[in-house]
């Protein structure tokens, strides 16, 4: 029997992730493959190198994959990817020494498809700080609880509401009335 949680549209299969506990790499990878459009996009509201967004991709997933037994509560394992894929990326951008561009440059995405339908808007959130582009980007584009992000960023979950409304407000301020609820 397989069980599912649902939540904010995200979907985790228990089986896969107590497979993958238990050593099953083709579990592993199948949770992987999920969750590779989403780790893409974390990724890239760090790093602005196509070349750096994969290598904290494939970083973020063997780490994920060698202390897979450190998961507490499977149903979190999004959340656990996604604070290891972060620290991947800051490690990235700490070796490299070289501040990343507040509006990143476009990345050809290898493969990898943004469902960002309006391009003004996607313009408007790369005008945004990074801080509260990533929250906007997890919360809208990837369907994270505030909780969620919170753990995922390591932050208090009101600081996370707060950057929502900041972010919301000067997406507004951008792009003007026409997008106002």
């Known amino acids: 029997m397989e069980i599912t949680i649902e939540g904010r549209g995200a979907s985790l299969e228990f089986t896969e992730v107590t ?60 959340t656990w990817l996604i604070r290891i894929l972060i620290n991947e990326c800051l490690m990235i951008i700490r070796k490299s020494n070289n501040e990343v561009l507040e509006n990143d440059e476009l990345v050809l995405n290898k493969g990898y498809k943004d469902s960002y339908e309006n ?33 995922a960023l390591d932050m208090n979950e009101n600081t996370v509401k707060t950057k929502l409304k900041r972010g919301r407000e000067k997406l507004y301020s951008i792009l003007g009335e026409d997008y106002h609820e």
């Open 19 to 78: 497979l993958a506990k238990k050593g099953s790499k083709e579990a592993f990878a199948s949770i992987i493959r999920k969750n590779e459009k989403t780790m893409y996009r974390v990724a890239k509201n760090y790093l602005s190198r196509n070349e750096d967004i994969l290598d904290a991709m494939s970083a973020a997933t063997l780490k994920a994959f060698e202390k897979i037994n450190t998961l507490n509560k499977e149903g979190y394992f999004k």
């Open 119 to 151: 391009i003004d808007l996607k313009r408007a959130l790369e005008l945004l700080p990074k801080s509260i582009r990533i929250i906007l980007t997890l919360y809208y584009y990837e369907d994270f609880s505030v909780k969620d992000i919170a753990g």
